[in-house]
């Protein structure tokens, strides 16, 4: 009996499309995991598929992420080179396939480099798409999380799954106050004293990656600073984000809200 099922499992894995992810910090993995469990199926890197796996299952979705050179992360660097070995052959003419591309638009041009090679690469072959490349931008304000969840239900349509319940879950219990008292005398954040930023100067270059930016601090009346010393700055919301925010959440700016750990 147990030899039994064990070759039922295999047959009906054998029926649902690979899962496989190519990650650097965790994010690629957390995807592949959540989509793999949806489908009932196990989700694996890159490096660990074959072309004769993708060849059986005729079916595959990878998530990809981009390292800031535009390189593939290791656990699928060796898959990108056996798909390069081999994109002449066109061998995947019965293969269905998705990719999800993960990057960040900070790095421009190496921005989801890797992924937007995997997804020619699989074209070469004569792979055909289930969706068009789609690529998710980690330094948006969710980290491409809302992005993620719309790819997750577009798959899921083109594969006649059920729509997973999949979204964005408050860590926190939210309540208007009616101790209001907190507008007339604000209290200091706990940990950190007011000072005024009275000189900023860019060190680098406008179209540079990264910024280096100097500030000139004045500090508050009584505290002093010694070379080598660590400052934690807490900046103030911008007022027009602020309103923003407040406008589309139809927030009276008078409300004060309570925030406990759900």
């Not at 790819?151 to 594969?159: A, I, M, R």
Request: glycine share 4%.
């Amino acid at each position: 009996p147990q030899e039994s099922a064990q070759r039922s499992n295999e047959k009906r894995t054998a029926s649902l499309p690979i899962v496989a992810y190519g990650s650097n910090g965790g994010r690629s993995i957390r995807y592949a995991r959540l989509l793999a469990t949806l489908m009932k199926t196990p989700s694996k890197t890159l490096n660990s598929i074959t072309i004769n796996d993708i060849r059986k299952r005729k079916m595959c979705v990878f998530i990809c992420s981009t390292d800031n050179s535009g390189e593939a992360p290791s656990n699928a660097s060796l898959f990108f080179d056996m798909l390069e070995s081999t994109k002449e052959n066109k061998d995947f003419q019965e293969v269905r396939f998705a990719i999800l591309a993960l990057g960040s638009s900070t790095y421009k041009e190496n921005y989801c480099k890797a992924g937007k090679k995997l997804n020619e690469l699989m074209k070469a072959k004569g792979a055909t798409e289930i969706l068009p490349l789609t690529c998710i931008d980690e330094d948006l304000p969710d980290s491409g999380e809302n992005d993620y969840i719309n790819w997750n239900h577009q798959l899921s349509e083109k594969l006649f799954l059920k729509k997973p319940k999949v979204g964005i879950e408050l860590a926190t219990k939210i309540e208007v106050s009616e101790d209001t008292s907190i507008l007339k005398n604000p209290p200091r954040p706990v940990g950190f004293e007011y000072a005024e930023i009275v000189e900023k100067e860019y060190l680098s270059e406008p179209d540079a990656i990264q910024s280096f930016i100097r500030y000139l601090i004045k500090l508050p009346v009584g505290m002093t600073y010694e070379p080598g010393d660590h400052l934690l700055i807490l900046p103030e919301n911008e007022e027009e984000i602020v309103n923003a925010v407040l406008q589309t959440l139809k927030y009276n700016p008078d409300l004060v809200f309570t925030f406990e750990t759900a």
